[in-house]
């Protein structure tokens, strides 16, 4: 496959760059259980699927290796989709995100700030929710991994979108989805600090 990742000087990042920038991210690391969270299918042409793959392929051997999706509320990907996002990752370590059950708590993001950061629009608290395993003490690393490009609902996709609305429940997930829907799409699309980003941060 073709390299989609890129440098920061604009030129598309070759195997062997990232190949590098993914062993020093692991390099001097003792582990005993990681956890990747790639997005699912949906974004077949991020490149996170052979990212994820490698380092699946460079902690193998050192470490147990979960792999969950950031599926939101997507379907959980079949054995035949695993195969080809994921090339070489047996399915047996490919988890699916339950965004409707296997979910936990963490805090609450106050009405009075969405009301700020909304500008009036909406004046609701926010349940913050994620998958119980990010909480899972007994992961040493936990890695996102995904695509930062123009987005609908949060305006750049990634970081912590990645996490609190791919591995999230579904009020956070609604939520977020109705306050970018009501701020406007065409006034959040393709910027950094949205609404919806300034919520998920």
């Given at each position: ?20 920038a ?22 077949l ?66 009405a ?55 591995c ?23 910027k ?10």
């Amino acid at each position: 496959m073709e390299g989609f990742a890129w440098e920061g000087n604009g030129r598309p990042m070759t195997d062997a760059a990232l190949d590098a920038a993914l062993r020093q991210a692991v390099e001097g690391r003792t582990l005993r259980k990681a956890l990747l969270l790639p997005p699912d299918m949906t974004r077949l042409h991020s490149y996170a699927g052979v990212i994820a793959s490698k380092l699946y392929a460079m902690l193998k051997d050192r470490c147990h290796v979960d792999v969950m999706p950031a599926l939101g509320t997507h379907d959980a990907m079949s054995r035949e989709e695993c195969a080809h996002f994921f090339p070489g990752i047996p399915y047996e370590a490919i988890l699916p995100h339950r965004w409707r059950t296997d979910i936990v708590r963490i805090g609450t993001v106050p009405a009075d700030f969405v009301k700020e950061v909304s500008e009036g629009l909406i004046d609701y608290a926010i349940d913050v929710e994620v998958n119980e395993r990010i909480m899972d003490p007994t992961y040493d690393w936990i890695v996102s991994i995904g695509q930062v490009v123009p987005h609908e609902v949060v305006g750049m996709a990634n970081y912590s979108k990645n996490v609190f609305v791919g591995c999230g429940g579904k009020t956070i997930i609604n939520r977020t989805h109705f306050l970018g829907a009501v701020y406007g799409m065409e006034r959040l699309m393709g910027k950094d600090h949205s609404p919806v980003r300034k919520v998920l941060d």
